[in-house]
């Protein structure tokens, strides 16, 4: 009787493991960080997404309504790479607010060609993903006023140094960038990036526009005629250098596989991107 006992003790252990063997076994397949766990729990990935529409890095799908876009689609990336969906939250009043959100920990990251600052870094965490250069787009008229017949750079750098009405989006980088690089010129915040453009080329507000050269060049790429009247001044030397940014919880855990992440991408220039993204920066037919 007790060597049957025996067999059938073999026999359940063998087909039946204890219940903390079988718990332990399931812990294995679980991140052992506890914040990434949380979100492949939740079953999807918070992101910050600024309340713009800036093709083609975000924007809506004309067919579908979903978003879509370089920025989109590189962060839905990252979200599969933890097996999780994405959930996005517009509801910020500007970038600057967006990335304050992001620090205050409303989502586990944002993105949407957020620019990188000192006070933006004060909040969150950058992890660097686009790089692209500064750029105007100046009426002829106001170039006229200042030029003295020399090199791009140094014109490039008087407009920098003149008293120019120049038009930027409100709550954004630019404000900073303005008040760093051009100390003497009349700063104009506006709504969006409609508003500053109309500003210039509408209402005549303004003598320049001041953004990223993705943004300026695309301006002339699209209406050529535009040259006639404006022209756009690149600055090689400072650059807007764009951004991921994440909560100090959230970077702790996962900085390290956003960055292994990222790699694949490579950061970006202007030139990079205009070339990959080449639709977006033809001539309107």
């Known amino acids: 009787m007790r060597l049957f006992l025996r067999y059938l003790l073999i026999f359940v252990l063998a087909f039946f493991p204890l219940s903390g063997e079988v718990k332990a076994s399931s812990e294995l397949d679980a991140p052992q960080i506890?914040?990434?766990n949380k979100i492949k729990e939740r079953g999807f990935l918070k992101v910050g997404l600024p309340p713009y529409v800036t093709p083609p890095f975000y924007y809506p799908d004309e067919k579908t309504g979903k978003m879509a876009g370089y920025d989109i689609d590189l962060v839905t990336g990252f979200a599969n790479k933890l097996g999780v969906e994405v959930e996005f939250d517009r509801d910020s009043k500007d970038f600057n607010d967006t990335v304050f959100r992001a620090g205050k920990g409303d989502f586990d990251l944002a993105i949407g060609k957020l620019s990188t600052t000192y006070k933006r870094m004060s909040d969150t965490h950058p992890h660097e993903y686009m790089?692209?250069?500064?750029?105007?787009?100046?009426?002829?008229?106001?170039?006229?006023?200042?030029?003295?017949?020399?090199?791009?750079?140094?014109?490039?750098?008087?407009?920098?140094n003149s008293k120019m009405k120049v038009g930027i989006i409100g709550g954004s980088s630019w404000e900073s960038y303005a008040n760093q690089f051009m100390p003497s010129a009349q700063k104009i915040g506006y709504k969006d990036w409609p508003a500053v453009k109309k500003a210039l080329f509408e209402t005549n507000e303004i003598d320049a526009i001041y953004r990223d050269a993705t943004e300026i060049?695309?301006?002339?790429?699209?209406?050529?005629?535009?040259?006639?009247k404006y022209v756009p001044i690149l600055f090689n030397d400072v650059k807007d250098v764009i951004s991921i940014f994440l909560p100090t919880d959230a970077n702790i855990?996962?900085?390290?596989?956003?960055?292994?992440?990222l790699r694949d991408?490579?950061?970006?220039?202007?030139?990079e991107i205009m070339e990959e993204l080449s639709d977006f920066y033809n001539p309107i037919s």
């Open 34 to 36: 506890d914040y990434i």
């Open 253 to 261: 855990a996962m900085s390290d596989v956003l960055d292994f992440y």
């Open 131 to 160: 790089n692209f250069r500064q750029a105007l787009l100046v009426n002829r008229r106001f170039v006229a006023s200042i030029d003295r017949g020399l090199s791009e750079d140094i014109l490039g750098q008087d407009l920098l």
């Open 265 to 271: 991408y490579g950061i970006k220039g202007d030139a």
């Open 217 to 228: 060049k695309k301006i002339i790429y699209q209406e050529p005629n535009l040259s006639i």
